[in-house]
């Protein structure tokens, strides 16, 4: 952090790639996984 003039740029980089993880994660959990479920009693 030391030669970074600006260090709001990579905090805001930081900040939104770990939003957009945790949002991937939520969707595939509430969504996915149940799909899966369903899908797989619907098969079998």
Do not use: N
């Amino acid at each position: 952090w030391k030669g970074v003039t600006e260090p709001g740029f990579q905090v805001l980089l930081i900040l939104t790639s770990f939003i957009l993880a945790w949002g991937e994660t939520w969707f595939f959990d509430s969504r996915v996984v149940p799909q899966e479920s369903q899908a797989r009693e619907w098969i079998i």
